[in-house]
């Protein structure tokens, strides 16, 4: 912890020495207007004339240092309630790519526009709004400045409207976004602003404000300057009402349990307190229509982290999330609503009656969040009722840093010990503190968490990591401590007991020829040790990077392994023969990423691995292929495949899995998907189909059928094609936003 507190101070230093206020290109003024515009991607309204807009595009990719060949103009307009964004895009031909007419498309490969606001000019936090050539839209979050792509999220939805327009050599579109989605303060006249752009004719990635290629394109540090010519009015409380109603059957085939038949009633309520801050109500939230995770072969000792899907946890998600590390978080999620069978031992869900959460900002530099879940006792299983909540303190330092404070209880309600045998609650208080300089130069992090319970006193856990980032070479340090009584039960924590190192350092290079456009040269090393034993696990690797000139990407990577067992293990995860605890294993891999151009009709991607496997060796291959029917969706076929041969087993041993996806859309508001999984670890086939109609903005109608089928053991001829239907289960739901 010695060494985190020096790396605080150095972090004072460099945010003198090495902080230099990035240059802010760019500068754009959002015209008042009184004059009515009629969203229908045209620009035929004669106040678009009047307006200065947005010109002389950069390039990002192939290269940062030459204006676009594909130019791009964006108009800004208000009248006080919403803003407007008037588009056009000029392109080499009316070859535009649209994977899809699905709201919240993922912008790389396709052809599409997008907006970033930074609403308080923090360089921190920010909403984007995108469209493409066929006006289907997205927006999203960006958070922590935008420093990597855990920072961007597509996962917020609001109420606004966008349409585009497609003519001879370009296409236009306009959006009306109203102030009521937005978070702002209400004083600033000035806002952040990014604009990117993925033209796939002229295979070019553009921005407004020049953005360097060793960072994100939604990196905030890099925002130009939008004005306003008159400050923002602030918002009157602002309600929107979300009721639901859902109803549905399902029925265990597996245990031959009669049918059951449910229905229910709830909603939830979004109400602005200021232009900054948001309350969220829910009750007896229904989260049927979530789609399923998508499932990946476990070969670890660890558990695997699937990201939150259910809406209401969405909104300033990174403010309640964003603490620890990803593999020592202190608050997850989807924690709640979760419990453990106390009779069977199982996992099962939970149900949650309602809760609460207030969070935004405060001020500038000031954001809050207060979260309360309830969740519902269940004596049948020896559930408690549970109640969750969650504090958070965060407050901007120096250009683009902020300290934040956390705490979390996890509380039963009711006499859990006597009555369960359980602990009555669990709690956890942090600190954390990230840094990044104006340029982003320089980002990191230090935290300290402690969490204590009634069986155990309060234990520490540490982490810090520190990133230089420069366009020709980037180095990481990055370090970490949990002990052995560590229990943060909301939260996400892969191991205990263990000290870790993870130091990387990176040469890039950008040739810019005709056939590759940048690569790099990468050392890692990750080593674990165990407090009072020693060390546990490492592996060093040397591993090239790079991006092709038709937007290709590869990785390859040569490693050495060393993992101690302190248990007996499986490494095949097929439940065969385990390898015994108290052993040691080193061994040397190879391991790879390869994708093809994502703008064509078919894309590949496959990771390879081929090698030494702790006492044997390991050939296995994963990845997907994806076909594109423009613009009605695509079919996705995700695959892993791992072969086994270890002295230990009596025979080679296989996992596979297979996992199809079929996204059609009817339309920009009825879609459909068909997700079927097939996983020989579980030895299940989930097939998973959705139907949604959006029949008004952000109010839907889904039909979701899930089955689930025994599928039989990969290794055992005589029962690899068995399909025996294990639980079916049938569910409509419909929702509808109303603004009041």
């Known amino acids: 912890m010695r060494c985190s507190f020096l790396l605080l101070l150095l972090c004072s230093f460099m945010n003198i020495s090495f902080g230099q206020e990035p240059e802010n290109f760019k500068s ?19 106040q678009w004339g009047h307006i200065e807009p947005a010109t002389d595009f950069w390039q990002y990719f192939p290269t940062d240092s030459l204006l676009a060949k594909s130019q791009t103009e964006v108009s800004l307009a208000t009248d006080g309630k919403n803003l407007y964004v008037g588009i056009k895009c000029y392109g080499a031909g009316n070859n535009w790519i649209v994977n899809s007419l699905k709201r919240d498309y993922r912008a790389g490969g396709n052809d599409n526009i997008t907006l970033v606001f930074d609403s308080f000019d923090d360089n921190t936090n920010a909403f984007f709004f995108g469209i493409n050539p066929q006006g289907v839209i997205r927006e999203g979050v960006v958070t922590n400045g935008g420093n990597g792509f855990r920072d961007f999220s597509e996962s917020w939805d609001n109420k606004w409207k966008g349409e585009a327009k497609i003519f001879d050599g370009y296409y236009t579109a306009e959006m009306e976004i109203p102030f009521s989605t937005l978070r702002f303060n209400a004083n600033n006249t000035k806002w952040g602003l990014l604009i990117y752009r993925f033209d796939t004719q002229a295979n070019e990635t553009s921005v407004w404000n020049r953005v360097p290629r060793n960072q994100t394109l939604f990196n905030l540090a890099y925002t130009g300057d939008m004005t306003w010519e008159h400050s923002l009015a602030q918002s009157n409380s602002r309600v929107s009402i979300i009721p639901f109603v859902t109803g549905g059957t399902q029925k265990d085939y597996e245990q031959n349990l009669d049918r059951q038949n ?100 405060l001020d500038k530099n000031t954001r809050i969040g207060i979260l309360n879940m309830q969740t ?119 191991r205990t007991n263990y000290f870790r190192i993870n130091p990387q350092a990176e040469l890039k290079f950008y040739p810019q020829n005709n056939f590759i456009n940048e690569f790099s040269f990468g050392a890692e090393t990750e080593i674990f040790w165990r407090p009072g034993f020693g060390k546990t696990d490492h592996t060093y690797s040397l591993g090239i990077n790079g991006q092709l000139s038709n937007s290709s990407r590869f990785f390859l990577s040569v490693n050495h392994d060393y993992i101690y067992l302190f248990d007996d293990f499986d490494p095949t995860g097929t439940s065969a023969t385990p390898l015994k605890g108290g052993t040691s294993y080193q061994y040397f891999n190879f391991t790879g990423f390869i994708r093809s151009d994502s703008r064509k009709m078919i894309t590949l991607t496959f990771r390879p691995y081929f090698g030494q496997y702790f006492n044997g060796w390991r050939t296995g291959i994963s990845g997907d292929v994806s076909v594109r029917y423009q613009p009605r969706g695509s079919v996705n076929l995700s695959y892993a495949w791992n072969i086994f041969n270890m002295p230990h087993l009596d025979k080679v041993a296989r996992t596979f899995l297979f996992g199809p996806r079929i996204d059609y859309t009817f339309s920009r508001s009825f879609f459909a998907t068909a997700f079927i999984q097939y996983n020989s670890q579980s030895k299940n086939t989930n097939i998973n189909t959705r139907l949604q109609w959006r029949f008004a903005p952000v109010s839907d109608f889904f039909l979701v059928i899930t089955d689930n089928y025994f599928s039989g053991n990969l290794d055992e001829p005589s029962d690899r094609f068995s399909f025996n239907l294990r639980n079916r289960a049938i569910v409509a739901k419909l929702s509808y936003w109303i603004n009041v």
């Not at 003024?29 to 309204?45: C, P, S």
């Not at 899907?309 to 020592?328: C, H, P, V």
């Not at 999620?333 to 009656?353: C, E, F, M, P, Y």
């Not at 954390?432 to 520490?460: M, V």
Request: no cysteine.
């Open 28 to 46: 754009i003024k959002v015209n008042y207007t009184t004059a009515a515009f009629n969203i229908d991607g045209v620009l035929d309204e004669s």
């Open 262 to 361: 449910n229905s229910a009633i709830g909603g939830d309520v979004k109400i602005g307190v200021t232009s900054g801050l948001n309350l969220d109500l829910t009750v007896n939230p229904d989260f049927s229509q979530v789609e399923v995770d998508r499932q990946i072969t476990n070969l670890s000792r660890f558990e695997i982290f699937f990201p939150e899907r259910r809406q209401f946890f969405i909104e300033n998600a990174d403010l309640f999330g964003s603490f620890g590390f990803s593999t020592i978080n202190p608050f997850f999620s989807r924690r709640i609503g979760i419990a453990k069978d106390q009779l069977s031992g199982n996992t099962v869900q939970n149900r949650i009656l309602g809760g609460a959460r207030l969070s935004g900002k």
């Open 376 to 494: 519902e006792r269940n004596d049948a299983m020896g559930i408690p009722g549970i109640n969750n909540s969650v504090a958070v303190l965060q407050r901007k330092i120096w250009d683009r840093s902020n300290v934040g404070f956390i705490f979390i209880n996890k509380q039963a309600t009711g006499d859990a010990l006597h009555e369960y045998g359980l602990p009555g609650f669990n709690r956890l208080a942090g600190i954390d503190f990230n840094y990044a300089t104006s340029d982003n130069t320089w980002t990191g992090k230090t935290f300290l968490h402690s969490a204590f319970s009634p069986s155990t006193s309060a234990q520490l856990a540490h982490g810090t990591e520190l990133n230089y980032n420069k366009r020709t070479f980037g180095i990481e340090w990055q370090h970490e401590y949990v002990p052995d009584d560590y229990n943060a039960e909301l939260g996400f924590v892969r």
